[in-house]
């Protein structure tokens, strides 16, 4: 089983001062996200932590095929794939999103354990939003969010 996810068991280790913390999390507890990882070890590390980051409507999908399935009933905000996922890979994912007219603006952050040149160009030209290589902290995961939800960004002195 692999050991993947966050670098810290905290999530607000280096987050967000108090009360801009509760600002985003109030703002975050709204977005319906979908995290697609194929390690259930991985998964519900990463669930813990996107719910201390106060997204509580997090829908679980073992593999792309699966996340394709969900997403044919249900309007999510933002989505959250590894790219090693079992069946259809992150990129491949997010390919299919982008050529659907219904599901072509969800924001898509690609979590991936090593980041080579050719894997960032080829997600960002099929428009993922933000790629985040494991280890990574809570509070990067928190910003790439905001950014992928148009959440304004953190102001000065507050990283």
Same mark, same amino acid.
């Given at each position: !089983?692999?050991?993947? #996810?966050?670098?810290?068991?905290?999530?607000?280790?280096?987050?967000? +001062? $108090?009360?801009?913390?509760?600002?985003?999390?109030?703002?975050?507890?709204?977005?319906?996200?979908?995290?697609?990882? &194929?390690?259930?070890?991985?998964?519900?590390?990463?669930?813990?932590?996107? !719910?201390? %980051? &106060?997204?509580?409507? /997090?829908?679980?999908?073992?593999? #792309?095929?699966?996340?394709?399935?969900?997403?044919?009933?249900?309007?999510?905000? /933002?989505? %959250?794939?590894?790219?090693?996922?079992? #069946?259809?890979? &992150? %990129? =491949?994912?997010?390919?299919?999103?982008?050529?659907? =007219?219904?599901?072509?603006? /969800?924001?898509?952050?690609? !979590?991936?354990?090593?980041?080579?040149?050719?894997?960032?160009?080829?997600?960002?030209?099929? &428009? /993922?939003? =933000?790629? @985040?290589?494991? +280890?990574?902290?809570? =509070?990067? @995961?928190?910003?790439?969010?905001?950014?992928?939800?148009?959440?304004?960004?953190?102001?000065? $002195?507050?990283?």
């Amino acid at each position: !089983m692999s050991r993947r #996810g966050l670098q810290s068991p905290d999530p607000f280790d280096d987050a967000l +001062p $108090g009360e801009e913390r509760r600002r985003r999390a109030s703002c975050l507890a709204d977005a319906r996200l979908l995290l697609v990882e &194929g390690d259930a070890a991985a998964r519900r590390n990463t669930r813990e932590v996107l !719910m201390a %980051l &106060g997204l509580h409507r /997090v829908i679980e999908a073992e593999d #792309g095929l699966a996340a394709l399935t969900m997403l044919q009933n249900r309007h999510l905000d /933002v989505i %959250l794939a590894a790219q090693d996922s079992p #069946g259809l890979s &992150g %990129l =491949s994912l997010t390919r299919a999103l982008r050529n659907d =007219s219904r599901l072509s603006t /969800v924001p898509v952050l690609l !979590m991936v354990s090593s980041a080579s040149a050719v894997l960032v160009r080829q997600a960002a030209e099929l &428009g /993922v939003n =933000s790629v @985040l290589v494991w +280890p990574y902290k809570p =509070s990067v @995961l928190e910003q790439k969010l905001s950014e992928a939800l148009g959440l304004p960004p953190q102001t000065e $002195g507050t990283s």
